[in-house]
């Protein structure tokens, strides 16, 4: 039987994300993002959802390095729930986003607030300077696609 756990969420920061370390060393941070519903009833205001996302390793770092309390933010990863027995014998649940990924929305002239928290790197950069980008070619038909 096959079966899909894949969550795909566009939102903003609550709180600005605070790196952390287990015992073993490994990184990680909790946050969650506000993410406003598609549809709101004529004369309301539109309707948010708060989001919790976890994150580990080297998509931690990034966030908490590039991400503060109001930056635009896209997640991809995965619902995760869990459960325990809280100290007063009480059964707790807990439902989460796991996150696999998670980029930059906006340009970096349109959130000011995107800066690292130190000089170690700059922030990466996935636009082509201009002329730089590669020249394509429009092709008629099928025929002379090269698969």
């Not at 309301?44 to 908490?64: H, K, L």
């Not at 729930?81 to 807990?94: E, H, I, P, Q, V």
């Not at 930059?104 to 002239?109: A, D, L, T």
């Not at 170690?120 to 020249?135: C, L, M, Q, R, T």
């Amino acid at each position: 039987m096959a079966s899909l756990n894949k969550v795909i969420l566009i939102g903003h920061l609550t709180a600005d994300p605070e790196l952390k370390q287990t015992p073993s060393g490994v990184s990680v941070t909790s946050f969650s993002i506000g993410v406003t519903r598609k549809y709101t009833r004529a004369g309301e205001q539109p309707q948010s959802d708060f989001i919790n996302i976890v994150a580990w390793r080297t998509t931690a770092e990034f966030i908490s390095k590039y991400f503060r309390k109001g930056n635009a933010i896209c997640i991809c990863g995965s619902l995760q729930t869990r459960s325990w027995t809280a100290n007063d014998g009480s059964k707790r649940y807990a439902t989460e986003v796991v996150a696999d990924e998670a980029t930059f929305v906006e340009k970096k002239g349109e959130a000011s607030t995107y800066a690292p928290r130190n000089d170690d790197f700059p922030a990466p950069s996935f636009a082509s300077e201009a002329g730089v980008a590669p020249k394509f070619e429009e092709v008629d038909g099928d025929e002379d696609l090269p698969f």
